[in-house]
């Protein structure tokens, strides 16, 4: 997706947010925010959010804001997640169609978004918001198709807490398929995205390979991500793709992708061409592909 | 008031409305934001949020964005708080303190402003909620004894549609002060910024000798203001400085100004010491001056 115009004062705003999570010194913040507006200003075409993002917080790291920000945040995000387990679990046993529980409750995780949130979201809210929400059937069917025929399937993750939505959809996913489930967080810290070590404290390890994807970036710009990555995103049979950093960085990008994901902004429910605040299961179509071609 | 890094990011979105309401052409757009975003990175100590909207507005006039992209903004704004002046004047009329009343109404029309507020608001609401607010006791008292007293009053107006909750103000002014009531709008059209033109759609020449201030910023910039301005400013016994705009330019300037304005940012919130939203009447102090001098 794009940078659109759009974009620019939220890009602003969480700027300021992240560099005021880094740090009380007021110069970073300046710092940051002319790194940011700099940035902005000279564009590219194939420049996504992502793009932007990740170089906000290499301006903040080059300013003095350390390696690791949002560390207490992802604890807590952690924490917060592990202790719905129970819930979440009898969300899934008692549902009719346990796939589609699954499924709407790894999206409402996507709510533990500090970037897009500026960490003020009501994760209960979510949840039923979620469950309530109407996936599409025909889409819900060909991933359950795909899914149950894959050998191997490269999940794509995004957040700290929302991975413990993941795993629970992933232990779904293994009872009626037998495919490698391979697990890619950000290899190094970036916002409350999950890296190996945020996977490793929720037992991700316990239901698929887990492994760093080469990047620091909040999202998949498969440019900037390891050969292995690489190699998988072109040989897996599905790939789930969670969120809207990936979303945002791989709408354009051929592939056995499903996207899901709430759309937390305008800018994105207009690209997905839903309202905002919408639980979304989106399979990547040609389309999509011609029209991020542009 | 200075420039907050938390006025960056809605600076930009600002700019980005003001554009689109002024031409559906995107490299316009995209030249305003770029321009805008050149001079955020190189504010001097003295700049106010109104040196930067101004600079906007020039941005979108240079790139091709018309002289008064909000003309029918205004027209409808002036429409509709017309229309309930026979309601307003009834809160008045019953209020067991008049002149309470229709500062409160004064302030409640200050919700009017298309930059603030992106032209999303309640004025309903904003009536109810002035009405049912407490303004602080002493300064009314102090504000109605200088008003009675005073020979000469500068109201420095704000918005279209507000100006005629203004109105209503002079006219409660004139039931107990014999002052003479200046009442100063923009010269040239900014935002939904009252002109004389407006001025006169309302009515205004009748309670008030109205005037151009010599400016286009959507404040009250004494250095960028006629000479009849800034000599009317130095001689008034009483100035009254109506909205967010006029209080970011003036807010540490000397006078005997009293700010009436709804706070509808968390900056403009914070800088006063009231929570956004708050109905304000305050007289200038010393300690404001102080404050506004570093």
Redesign the interface.
Known sequence: MKVY??C???I??QA?EAARLATDD?QV??RV??AV??R??DLSPEHTPIHVARETQLAIREAGGGDDPYAEVKREYNRRALEMVPVLQSHIDAHPNRLAAAVKLAIAGNIMDFGATGGIFDLEEAIDSALASDLDAETLDTFRRQVENARLILYLGDNTGEIVFDRLLVEEIHRFSNAEVVFAVRSHPVLNDATPADAEEVGLPDVARVIGNGSDAPGTVLDWCSDELRQLFATADVIISKGQGNYESLSGTKGPIYFLLQAKCEVVGRDLGVPKGTTVLRAQTPEAIRKAAG
């Open positions: 115009l759009d620019h004062a939220c602003v705003r300021l007021e913040h300046a925010m002319k507006m700099a902005l200003m």
